[in-house]
């Protein structure tokens, strides 16, 4: 048991480097399931059996696997359409592959599990969300005002990573109870131009104050000022933190066919994410003056999140799923909290106001299964948390509607292979408000989103 959990910490390490390339989520930062069996099925989770991912939704699942060892490896593919218009003139920034391309994105999966009697344990590590944009630098989105074309990118990748261990006891033939405790690591990179009205309406609504603020003022014909807190590398964010969060959960047999499952995750505490940044203010008459320094994004978090669920055998064959969850984005994402230091010593705060509302959200799943296969399919239906009036380009809508596929396959009685596939329908938004925007935009969104993962059992 000792050489399992020296691999899982290994293919851990891994997952932490290459999970810099997960992007876009679905349900506004978190993603729409987790794990191949949850994401074929809509997203639920918290009343059946969905393997080591169970540890990411409800711990007390784990209970429901085979007694003996489980080892998990997967990898999600996330695939974006993101256009951006400008309403008063027509034009358009797509987020493609300008520089380095936010997408197609990939986030490996690893977990170990063991169950021994009443007692089943878990480790793993888990893309728990983010998202992604790349508009590069020669779109409308990189024009200041008055027209003037800055060459300045517009780009953001956030990146969170969740490392749970997770334990669940079957405390009778009916009840079982299960927690997880989870390290997480966020990174962020970020590019946004803001033009001078945008700054001046920060400003005015006391969402801006520092030192530079009066600097920025004296420039002879301001236009703007781009913040980059970027690293362009395959690996590696601009700014990152780390922290913890947990969930706790149960399934209560109300019969051999149907179980109930019920699960809460607490806010995540990560600290704030500090890196180096460049301000960049933008003069029509002095050009671009770049400062260097220091920059943190202060309490920016994951949400609380309660899912209730049901699963009913119908056969042997067929079984059904539903959840129902409410994601308290509306304590968790108020402002976008940035302080920037220069070198020289000036400073600068901002609140951009994002103002999410509480989130609810449908998931139904069924399974058919039939020799080796087990086939299965879903559907998924949330509520909006992003208001239109706080849209930024960088940070766009999510799709709030998706159906799902998939399917496992028994390669022998030790191991199998799970696939999914997910299509986020497009979403549109529209934003003509300060501060957020300075042109009226609409967003549109959509994805087409897989993950594949082998299990060996031993």
């Known amino acids: ?26 349900d506004a930062f978190e993603m729409e399931g987790y794990g191949p069996i949850s994401r074929a099925m809509g997203g639920a989770a918290t009343a059946l059996n969905i393997g080591a991912a169970g540890m990411m939704s409800n711990p007390a699942t784990l209970s429901l696997m085979d007694q003996g060892s489980e080892m998990h490896l997967g990898l999600d593919l996330i695939t974006t359409n993101i256009n951006v218009q400008d309403l008063a003139t027509g ?25 021994s009697g009443p007692l089943a344990l878990g480790i793993g590590a888990f893309a728990q969300g983010g998202l992604g944009t790349e508009y590069g630098t020669s779109s ?13 990118g517009n780009s953001s990748r956030l990146l969170v990573l969740n490392i749970p261990i997770a334990a669940s006891y079957q405390i009778s033939d009916r009840l079982t109870v299960g927690a997880s405790l989870e390290a997480i690591w966020q990174g962020l990179n970020l590019d946004m131009l803001l033009g001078a009205d945008q700054i001046g309406s920060l400003i005015g609504s006391g969402r801006a104050n520092g030192s530079l603020i009066p600097v920025l003022g004296g420039l002879p014909d301001l236009r703007g000022a781009q913040l980059s807190m970027t690293k362009n590398q395959t690996l590696g964010s601009g700014v990152d933190g ?99 230091v220069s070198d020289t010593g000036g400073n600068l705060n901002m609140l951009l106001p994002q103002n999410y509302k509480n989130q609810t959200i449908l998931s ?37 509607k998706h159906i799902s596929a998939g399917f496992s396959y028994a390669i022998s009685s030790q191991s199998h292979v799970d696939l999914a596939y997910s299509h986020a329908f497009k979403d549109t938004m529209d934003n003509t408000s300060l501060p957020n925007t300075s ?20």
């Open 1 to 26: 048991m000792k050489s399992n959990f020296k691999v899982v910490r290994a293919v851990t390490l891994a997952c932490l480097g290459s999970a810099s390339q997960l992007a876009h989520a679905t």
């Open 91 to 115: 034009q358009n920034a797509s987020s493609n592959n300008h520089n380095n391309n936010r997408g197609p994105y990939f986030a490996p999966e690893a977990a170990y599990t063991y169950h």
């Open 140 to 152: 409308f989105l990189s024009t200041a005002t008055g027209g003037l074309a800055t060459g300045l």
């Open 242 to 340: 780390w922290g913890w969060g947990g969930r706790i959960g149960m399934t209560y047999k109300l019969s051999n066919e149907t179980i109930l499952g019920a699960d809460y995750a607490l806010e995540s505490k990560v600290s704030d994410m500090k890196g180096q940044a460049i301000l960049t203010a933008v003069d029509g008459i002095a050009g671009q003056i770049p400062l260097q320094g220091t920059i943190v994004v202060r309490d920016f978090q994951m949400p609380a999140k309660l899912d209730v669920g049901l699963s009913q055998r119908l056969s042997d064959q067929w079984m059904m799923a539903a959840d129902l969850s409410e994601v308290f984005w509306r304590h968790a994402m108020q402002n976008i909290n940035v302080g920037f």
């Open 364 to 400: 139904l799943g069924a399974a058919y299964q039939t020799g080796n296969w087990t086939l299965r399919g879903g559907a998924r239906i949330a509520t909006q948390a992003l208001p239109s009036n706080t849209l930024l380009a960088v940070i766009p809508a999510t799709p709030t």
């Open 439 to 458: 042109a009226p935009i609409q967003v549109s969104t959509s994805e087409n989103n897989m993950t594949l993962a082998y299990v060996h059992r031993f």
